[in-house]
């Protein structure tokens, strides 16, 4: 892939408050970023140099008929962040949880602190572990 077109789908990721909206599924987002050279931006850069080899992340989420499925490719290193993704649409119905696992850096597919969330794209299958546990 080269550069420009690389850049383009990065720009659309960040700039989509919903990406699946775009990239239509969780397999086309990993399947774009497998193909994406670069780690992290250019802004992210020093923070995402700092991960440790093994980061820990988590995922916040509403779930409306409890946790069924995927657990989808978008993470947070700060645990915070997930709290306000799970808690955001509560008003909507449903139960808040987080999940929490680890994931060796170099499964990460991109790191962008672009939104201010300190997101980690990963491929479910590269987590060394998942739990979940209900936000109170």
């Known amino acids: 892939m080269n550069k420009q077109t690389a850049q383009e789908g990065i720009d659309t990721y960040i700039e989509t408050e919903f990406p ?5 599924s969780w397999d086309v987002v ?7 050279e670069q780690k992290t931006d250019e802004e992210s850069q020093e923070q995402y140099d700092k991960l440790p080899s093994v980061v820990k992340v988590y995922r916040g989420v509403l779930a409306k008929d409890g946790l069924k499925g995927s657990v989808g490719v978008s993470w947070t290193t ?20 987080i999940y929490e696992g680890e994931v060796d850096k ?13 997101e980690a794209l990963i491929n479910p299958n590269d987590m060394l572990w998942i739990d979940f546990k209900e936000v109170e």
């Open 78 to 97: 700060d645990r915070k962040v997930a709290e306000m993704f799970a808690l955001r649409l509560k008003p909507t119905g449903g139960e808040p949880y």
């Open 106 to 118: 170099e499964n990460i597919l991109y790191f962008t602190n672009a939104r201010e969330e300190s």
């Open 30 to 36: 990993m399947g774009f970023f497998n193909d994406v």
């Open 20 to 24: 699946l909206t775009i990239f239509k």
